[in-house]
């Protein structure tokens, strides 16, 4: 049975930095395409960053460019973000998905088309 298990948030205030993890179990990520998404109190699920399976590609929503990172290990079968200059606009529960093609993060089809989800980890940004 795959999970995807997220890890790293809490609250932090404004211009904080943080790292996020999710790792999964019963499965690679060698042949997947990862993404993190985003869950605003009383909004829709936004994805937020992609990467390729092969590490060579990374996609990442206006909002966050210049202050997401996202990163893969596959041998300890982990996605990472990492993020800076934390804004309370960043505040909601985070969580990873496999997103082919990363085409949900790129805004070409729905976060309701991905099946497999963790659990969320959540950030809370303070002003």
């Known amino acids: 049975q795959v999970q995807l298990v997220e890890s790293g948030g809490r609250l932090v205030q404004a211009g904080d930095s943080l790292r996020l993890s999710c790792v999964a179990s019963?499965?690679?990520?060698?042949?997947?395409?990862m993404g993190w998404f985003r869950q605003a109190p009383g909004k829709e699920r936004e994805g937020v960053s992609c990467?390729?399976?092969?590490?060579?590609?990374?996609y990442y929503v206006d909002s966050v460019k210049g202050r997401f990172t996202i990163s893969m290990n596959n041998a300890k079968n982990t996605v990472f973000l990492q993020i800076h200059s934390l804004k309370p606009e960043d505040t909601g529960t985070y969580y990873c998905?496999?997103?082919?093609?990363?085409?949900?993060?790129?805004?070409?089809?729905?976060?309701?088309?991905?099946?497999?989800w963790g659990q969320g980890t959540l950030v809370t940004v303070s002003s």
């Open positions: 998905a496999s997103d082919p093609l990363c085409l949900v993060v790129q805004g070409h089809s729905s976060y309701k088309n991905l099946d497999l």
């Open positions: 990467i390729s399976h092969s590490h060579s590609s990374t």
């Open positions: 019963g499965r690679t990520f060698s042949s997947y395409h």
